[in-house]
């Protein structure tokens, strides 16, 4: 059952583009099941069928354009309800689609803003993407159930490399910002510079993205700021340090405002991912044996407040639910213990957990010229500063109580 690591040691498994019809059919996939509401209203149908419409062909032609001697991985980030993943899977057996759902916006609820890896496994909208994993039979599609806020996309891209070969971006970017103000005032970045940085360190995570960003009320200063959804991207993607095709938008739809689907792509090689290893501290595809009865691998109970999803989460008070990096709990998912398996060390911790917990307060106006030049500092010293204030903070908090 682990596809990962059979994938991983063979060749590329499944259909190239040219063999595409072989699948005849997208998935049937019922509509009561995938659409979500926004308060009171439901996402049309419509939008979803046309959406993936929209990306398949494109789909197909990426990933046929990464050569043949390794296998390929896709990145569907708020992936709610699993409906583009799944469709990916489906059509994209020679890949590895991983879905990462935090739950922390409309369509799958808070549940992430406090909660556990657990609870968020426990989600209506987990829940329906596990349980048609299974019925569909696709062992290359898994959920990873961890929250992405700006501290955890800076980790992740301090590795120099891509995550993936395609990441889906599907009215997703707003939920990471709005969990991220915080973070940005902590490194003394607006919040205008702080979307911009967030969503350039986003694009380095892959080569090829798919991205979707609301309309106002949301992103409401940076779309003061650049007037539209490409000003946004094209600022993203200066802000990237790379250079970037632009195609689209291939998609678009009335829903709270214009919604439009963009297609971006590196005009430049990024360096290969790095297969043999996994960004993600948890994955599942809903036949582990803990999702039935509460228990780990290791025979511990996976306790409802123990938090499992690692770096990133840092949304609530405090971190002291994470678990150990090291222990046998942040290691187990659909792939068993990940860190004996050969896949590397789960992508690596740059920082302790607690590290990512920033100080709240409030703090005075940005001056432009510290968030330019912010938005230019190396991650790696982005991640320090970050280490830095938390140390200071917890020094001063244990001279108020002394």
Not at 153 to 166: F, N, T
Not at 224 to 229: I, P
Not at 341 to 354: K, N, Q, R, Y
Request: proline letters at 5%.
């Amino acid at each position: 059952l682990k596809a990962w690591l059979q994938a991983r040691d063979s060749p590329r498994r499944g259909l190239g583009m040219a063999d595409m019809d072989v699948q005849e059919e997208d998935l049937s996939l019922p509509e009561q099941e995938f659409t979500y509401f926004a308060g009171a209203t439901d996402r049309p149908w419509s939008h979803f069928l046309g959406r993936w419409r929209a990306m398949r062909p494109i789909l197909a032609e990426m990933l046929q354009t990464t050569g043949p001697d390794r296998p390929l991985r896709v990145v569907d980030l708020g992936s709610c309800t699993g409906f583009f993943a799944l469709q990916a899977a489906h059509w994209h057996p020679e890949a590895d689609v991983v879905a990462v759902e935090g739950s922390v916006g409309i369509g799958n609820g808070t549940t992430g803003m406090e909660g556990t890896a657990v609870q968020i496994l426990r989600t209506n909208a987990v829940q329906t993407h596990l349980r048609w994993i299974r019925r569909l039979g696709l062992p290359n599609c898994f959920v990873a159930p961890e929250v992405w806020d700006y501290a955890r996309v800076l980790e992740l891209a301090s590795k120099g490399r891509p995550i993936c070969d395609v990441m889906f971006l599907l009215s997703v970017v707003h939920h990471i910002d709005s969990i991220s103000i915080q973070q940005y005032k902590g490194v003394g970045l607006s919040r205008v510079d702080g979307t911009t940085h967030l969503l350039g360190k986003m694009l380095l995570l892959s080569q090829r993205h798919f991205i979707e960003l609301p309309n106002r009320p949301w992103l409401e200063k940076s779309y003061d700021a650049y007037g539209s959804a490409r000003g946004i991207l094209e600022a993203a993607a200066k802000a990237s340090g790379r250079e970037w095709n632009f195609r689209g938008p291939i998609y678009s739809a009335e829903w709270f405002g214009l919604r439009e689907l963009w297609v971006l792509e590196a005009k430049e090689a990024m360096p290969l991912v790095d297969v043999q290893a996994c960004p993600f501290p948890l994955l599942y595809r809903g036949d582990e044996q803990e999702l039935e009865d509460g228990r780990g691998e290791s025979g511990a109970a996976i306790a409802d407040g123990a938090n499992l999803y690692g770096l990133g989460s840092g949304i609530g008070a405090d971190a002291d639910g994470l678990a150990d990096p090291g222990s046998p709990l942040a290691l187990q998912g659909a792939l068993g213990s990940l860190g004996s398996s050969g896949l590397g060390s789960l992508g690596g911790l740059a920082v302790e957990p607690g590290l990512l917990v920033l100080s709240s307060g409030n703090s005075g106006p940005v001056d432009e010229r510290v968030g330019e030049a912010l938005a230019q500092a190396p991650t790696a010293l982005l991640l320090a500063h970050l280490a830095l204030r938390d140390a200071v903070t917890e020094a001063e908090e244990l001279l108020q109580v002394a």
